[in-house]
């Protein structure tokens, strides 16, 4: 507490007494969540080194090799440990691009909902007036079309427009887009939320009586106090975006097959179900839920450490 | 016997980075009808004593050691029923803040009914008119309206008064009042505080009034405690204290008030700031911002830095200090010379 | 009450000529509503089954006029909601005037663009109340410190605003050893400290007080408060010294405004006003701080409480409580009107010697 007692603390130091990683030690929740999240993204990261082999790759493909079961079921090749789909893609490869493409979505998703919404938030919650009004209400409108809708519409008119082939080849960066513009109300409401309790703490005036200009004041003196509840409402993002994707594709709104998302993995699956083939859409599908599951947990405790007046459950 | 007694109390807070020990051995007692005063900075440990009292400390926070005795019983070791008894029916509290203790849904006549039952046999009919009477006393027009009207229509002063009301509202034996008047205006702080002062003489009940402000208690109070740090440093009746006081610390706080120095000229400050309770300095807690750990040859007491003082007399007061035991002990000796030489 | 009649009847309102020479800071006829009743949707109401635009207002200030003269420390003192925050924050372009005028130095500064204002921001500070949230919690002291230099001298090199700052808190009695910290690392009163730094950084005049000591304990504020004395005698500094502590004022205005429900009721010299407070709402507010001396509070007690400035009464504002008031108070708003000894009282009674 007081400064003159004792030495600077290095940033390690800051850390190591830091509420949040004592809150940590004491989650076995959030810690296994934590691992589990570490370790998709890793095996998604390097799949290109990882998976035997290149699911993009149709010279690597055999027709009939198709269909195989995983390892534990008689009848399985072991080349193919998680077994093969119906076109003789390997399995484990297919989901560790996937899990790829899943979380490339999620993160860009979020990444231009956090850039909309915060950018937004603040101006509508710094400047009020007018400009809040217009920003918000924008932020209703945008909130009763839901996700599903705007890529409808989206996709319908890129697919109308360009062709299916474009649509295929741009996939990932429309559904990023897509899902970014669905979704930053979440984020400029509550960024709004607390930039409106920090704009009246006093040193947001002592910034307005240097002379500062609007742009720092927002950027610089408001926006890092407000970093606490946009890193909660990321976690819960994310697990949706990467949710929405996996709808989107499920529909076949989303990824293309040759160039397929969990999400899609899981839809080309699942017409084989019925033959017995199940592993090609339920493993696919197990790694999704593990994956939304950690992204949860994780942003469930984050929630609780950053919000310590909130009482659990 | 005293109405109210705490010995050796000791209250700590276990936090992630450690215990803190919020109170240390503190002593006092309250006779019946007694005002007495507790002052002490932020982070002296004041709210803490007074919270203690009625085992109010709430978690991570416990009662580490020592025993309140109120009556003849033991507070601290007695059950929470038991303890519900006493709360509010013989010792009330008035808080800083009026919306602690009201209810902002209900109306200020049900707030006051539901006490009044809660704690004797009688009808409705009865309660409201002690509800009446209680509001009378604390001096607010046209009481019978309200008792209908919720907290946020009453302002601040008249918030208090009904705060004052409810306190007196079982005939209470002791109030404990923990900064009532911090957040009121200057008039209405003298008002609430006169008023206070009034009923309690009316009444014979006693108060322990818990305030950072020596005007307050010196105009209220009979006795007052000095806490610095966790620990009670000096206690004694106010008058003197005010006026003679005894502790280094005390004698800083007196001389740093605006009004001990002559307009524009600086003022008597005593430098540091307290120290927080995780990270006391060994020995008389003071020592570090104490102008007087030197003795009378220049060099510093080695006590002061490692020992922590004991509770000395001096006069009708206790101070724990050093240096003041040292004065004493030297008056003392150069009395028995004085015997020895002449007799 | 109008401007206009005010300047007819009031001739002792001094023009901005007399008295620019020696007053740094104007205050004219400063008048400030806040309003209650939101945005235009809000503001409609069914009436007698006509739609009726409704709108309430709180009327914090209601024509105040202030000198502050240079090199002097000029208090004001009222208790909450009478308006003296709100006149600080006008004076430092944190809101704006509803009517009124601001100058300094006999420039008018209520209605500058914020690039005109930057060279005003450099002369005029502002110090705040709370120390727990005047400070940016995610920037260093250094870095704050930095900022208002690098803003207002970006022709500076490193060294020479690194050199400033250690300069600044040493002045402030803060070692620069700490700037790596954070504010919340430190206690109030270095916190406090550290504000003042900031304020002093960029060298100003004119520094504009809010009630800085009022969240600190009792022996952090002497320390303080010794700092704010020694910061004007080694820089010359003017202050406007917002409060609501009496026994402060006493100890460090030069001159005294009291304010009652956003009107000035009585201006005079610290001293004078100490001896002899002549308006019935100074003699209350004086009589209500506690002294160590006496051990009976003897307070002036006021009938009732502030009315809210929603609904101001008519004439003098103080009527519903004053001992004194007859029919006159009750429809006439009193004017400040200089007394012999150069206090200036707004209210019937002194002025026709009732009291």
Not at chain 1, 54 to 83: K, T
Request: charge should be negative.
């Amino acid at each position: 507490m007081n400064a003159s007692s004792s030495a600077l603390p290095s940033r390690w130091e800051r850390l190591r007494d830091s509420y949040l990683l004592y809150s940590f030690k004491r989650d076995i929740v959030a810690q296994i969540s934590l691992v589990v999240f570490i370790g998709l993204v890793a095996v998604a990261v390097l799949a290109p080194w990882l998976s035997p082999m290149n699911p993009y790759d149709l010279a690597q493909i055999d027709i009939l090799s198709s269909e195989l079961p995983p390892f534990w079921i008689d009848g399985s090749d072991a080349q193919y440990l998680l077994g093969t789909d119906a076109q003789g893609r390997d399995m484990l490869s297919t989901i560790l691009y996937g899990a790829r493409v899943s979380l490339m979505i999620g993160f860009g998703a979020v990444a231009l909902q956090a850039l909309i919404g915060v950018c937004f938030g603040l101006l509508a919650g710094y400047l009020g007036g007018r400009i809040d009004a217009f920003l918000m209400r924008l932020a209703d409108i945008q909130l009763s079309f839901s996700t599903l809708m705007v890529a409808i519409i989206v996709g319908a008119l890129v697919k109308a427009i360009f062709g299916g082939e474009t649509f295929s080849a741009y996939a990932v960066p429309l559904l990023i887009l897509i899902i970014g513009l669905a979704e930053w109300p979440q984020y400029a409401r509550t960024v709004r939320a607390s930039v409106l309790a920090e704009k009246n703490k006093e040193y947001v005036d002592a910034a307005r009586v240097m002379g500062l200009r609007s742009k720092r004041i927002m950027f610089r003196h408001i926006l890092p106090n407000t970093l606490s509840p946009i890193f909660v409402i990321s976690t819960v993002q994310i697990a949706n975006a990467i949710i929405s994707e996996a709808a989107l594709s499920f529909l076949g709104l989303g990824m293309p097959e040759t160039h397929p998302s969990l999400g899609s993995l899981i839809k080309a699956g699942f017409d084989y179900i019925q033959s017995g083939s199940w592993w090609i859409t339920l493993i696919p599908g197990a790694v999704l839920i593990v994956l939304v599951l950690s992204i949860n947990l994780l942003g469930d405790w984050l929630r609780d450490v950053m919000n310590p007046r909130l009482y659990k459950g | 016997m005293a109405l109210l007694e705490v010995n050796h109390l000791d209250v700590r807070f276990a936090l992630r980075l450690g215990e803190v020990h919020a109170l240390r051995d503190v002593n006092f007692t309250l006779e019946r009808g007694e005002r007495l005063g507790i002052v002490g900075e932020s982070g002296a440990g004041k709210s803490v004593a007074a919270f203690s009292l009625l085992n109010l400390i709430a978690k991570p926070g416990f009662i580490a050691g020592g025993e309140v005795r109120f009556d003849g019983q033991q507070l601290n070791s007695m059950s929470e029923r038991a303890l519900r008894k006493v709360r509010g029916n013989r010792i009330s509290m008035i808080f800083q803040d009026p919306m602690m203790t009201l209810n902002p849904v209900l109306s200020i006549g049900e707030q006051m009914l539901e006490c009044l039952k809660a704690h004797r046999r009688i009808s409705s009919k009865e309660a409201r008119a002690i509800a009446l009477d209680k509001l009378y006393q604390v001096q607010i027009p046209s009481p019978e309206t309200r008792l209908d009207q919720y907290p946020h229509e009453l302002s601040g002063g008249m918030r208090q008064r009904i705060i004052i009301a409810i306190a007196l509202l079982l005939d209470p034996d002791i109030i404990i009042a923990d900064e009532p008047t911090t957040a009121l205006d200057v008039t209405i702080q003298a008002e609430i505080m006169a008023l206070l002062l009034e009923l309690c003489e009316k009444h014979n009940v006693g108060l322990i009034l818990i305030t950072h402000d020596l005007g307050v208690v010196s105009q209220v109070t009979q006795r007052m405690l000095v806490m610095y740090a966790g620990r009670v440093i000096e206690q004694g009746p106010t008058r003197e204290i005010i006026n003679d006081p005894q502790h280094p610390y005390t004698q800083g706080l007196i001389n740093a008030l605006p009004q001990m120095a002559t307009p524009g000229e600086k003022l008597n400050q005593i430098r540091g700031s307290m120290p927080s309770l995780s990270n006391l300095p060994s020995g008389c807690a003071f020592h570090p911002r104490c102008d007087f750990i030197n003795r009378a040859d220049g060099q510093p007491r080695p006590a002061c830095t490692q020992q922590v003082p004991g509770f000395v007399e001096s006069g009708n007061c206790q101070v724990a200090c050093h240096m003041v035991a040292e004065l004493i002990d030297k008056e003392a000796t150069d009395e028995a010379r004085l015997k020895e030489t002449n007799p | 009450m109008n401007a206009q009649a005010e300047a007819m009847t009031d001739n002792r309102i001094p023009t901005q000529n007399e008295e620019s020479a020696e007053s740094l800071l104007q205050i004219r006829g400063l008048k400030k509503r806040f309003s209650l009743s939101g945005d235009f949707l809000d503001q409609l109401r069914f009436k007698g089954g006509k739609l009726v635009r409704h709108q309430e207002y709180v009327h914090a200030i209601n024509g105040v006029n202030l000198d502050i003269h240079r090199g002097e420390a000029l208090c004001v003192v009222g208790e909450s909601g009478c308006g003296k925050s709100t006149v600080a924050r006008i004076v430092m372009g944190l809101i704006s005037p509803t009517e009124g005028e601001i100058s300094y130095n006999g420039e008018r500064i209520d209605n500058l663009n914020s690039r005109a204002l930057l060279a005003y921001r450099k002369r005029m500070q502002m110090i705040f109340q709370n120390p727990y949230a005047s400070l940016n919690p995610r920037m260093t002291i250094q870095q704050t410190l930095e900022e208002p230099l690098r803003l207002h001298h970006p022709d500076w090199d490193r060294q020479k605003v690194v050199t400033k700052v250690e300069e600044v808190m040493h002045s402030v009695g803060i070692d620069p050893d700490w700037g790596k910290r954070f504010g919340h690392e430190f206690s109030g009163g270095q916190r406090q400290r550290i504000a003042i730094a900031r304020a002093l950084a960029v060298d100003p005049e004119f520094i504009v007080a809010d009630e800085p000591i009022s969240a600190l304990d009792v022996s952090i504020q002497a320390q303080v408060l010794n700092l704010l004395m020694e910061a004007q005698h080694e820089r010359n500094l003017t202050y406007l010294f917002i409060t609501h502590d009496l026994a402060v004022v006493e100890h460090f205005g030069t001159r005294v405004a009291v304010m009652y429900l956003g009107t000035v009721c009585e201006i005079a010299n610290t001293a004078t006003l100490f001896a002899k407070p002549r308006h019935p709402y100074t003699q209350a507010l004086m009589s209500a701080i506690p002294r160590l001396e006496d051990d009976r509070p003897q307070h002036v007690r006021l009938e009732g409480e502030v009315p809210t400035p929603v609904n101001l009464p008519s004439g003098c504002v103080f009527h519903g409580r004053c001992p004194y008031a007859n029919a006159r108070c009750r429809e006439e708003i009193p004017l400040l009107q200089t007394q012999d000894d150069g206090t200036r009282v707004a209210c019937h009674a002194v002025e026709e010697g009732r009291l």
